[in-house]
């Protein structure tokens, strides 16, 4: 049963716009969680995390939004550039808990 | 500060074979991860340890998957005998301490079974 889902499996952006990545999540103990980001034949990279009593963190261009009563986190990207074309990550994880739980990913494009 | 270190980055192996794969977390970093990822889908946990001791290893197949952390710091994962639904990715990941810190990943082994 997939505890953190992402429903979209692509997105494609233009350069300079806004890129909006989604992320659901089932299991109500989960109380952090984490944006990666990867390129092709390399692993996860961390990029931003949140914990459950915030429901905003920024850095730089990225933004992570938590609504913990919908279950949903989304990752905006800001302008969005070409380096940022990659396949994102959504991972969960509850204090109590013994794991992250990853979704499966969505791949955003950004055209130049 | 070096970042996780695996080895090798590929491998390719017959059906039956044995193979091992070995992680150098982030100094520092009592907790690691195995993580096995499949094409299109997001890592699966195989086994956390915290310091020496296995956590968590649930999820790993224990009748063909073993891992170790002599020391604390260095892991191997073996897989013996290995099979053709074993080919994915194995990752390894470290963190600082427990659930509520981030996981820093390594660049992954990908093996292939044939």
């Known amino acids: 049963d997939q505890q953190v889902k992402q429903n979209s499996p692509s997105l494609s952006v233009q350069e300079g716009r806004i890129s909006i990545l989604n992320c659901d999540y089932t299991?109500?103990?989960?109380?952090?969680f984490l944006w990666y980001k990867k390129y092709p034949a390399e692993g996860p990279t961390f990029l931003i995390s949140?914990?459950?009593?915030?429901d905003k963190n920024e850095d730089g261009r990225f933004t992570v939004f938590l609504n913990k009563s919908a279950k949903h986190l989304s990752l905006h990207i800001v302008p969005s550039q070409p380096g940022d074309s990659a396949v994102y990550f959504c991972?969960?994880?509850?204090?109590?808990?013994?794991?992250?739980?990853f979704g499966t990913g969505t791949s955003l494009t950004v055209i130049p | 500060e070096a970042g996780v270190v695996q080895s090798p980055r590929y491998k390719i192996i017959e059906k039956k074979q044995p193979v091992a794969f070995w992680c150098n977390p982030i100094?520092?970093?009592?907790?690691l991860y195995w993580y096995l990822q499949n094409l299109g889908q997001g890592p699966e946990l195989l086994i956390r340890?915290?310091?020496?001791?296995?956590?968590?290893d649930s999820q790993l197949p224990k009748d063909r998957f073993s891992a170790e952390r002599l020391k604390g710091v260095d892991s191997t994962l073996k897989i013996q005998p290995a099979e053709l639904g074993d080919s994915a990715v194995y990752l390894c990941?470290?963190?600082?301490?427990?659930?509520?810190?981030?996981?820093?990943f390594g660049q992954g082994t990908r093996l292939t079974v044939v």
């Open positions: 990941a470290s963190s600082q301490g427990g659930l509520n810190t981030e996981a820093f």
């Open positions: 299991n109500s103990m989960f109380d952090y």
């Open positions: 949140i914990s459950s009593i915030k």
């Open positions: 991972a969960a994880s509850a204090r109590t808990g013994n794991q992250f739980y």
């Open positions: 100094s520092g970093h009592n907790t």
């Open positions: 340890y915290e310091n020496e001791e296995a956590v968590d």
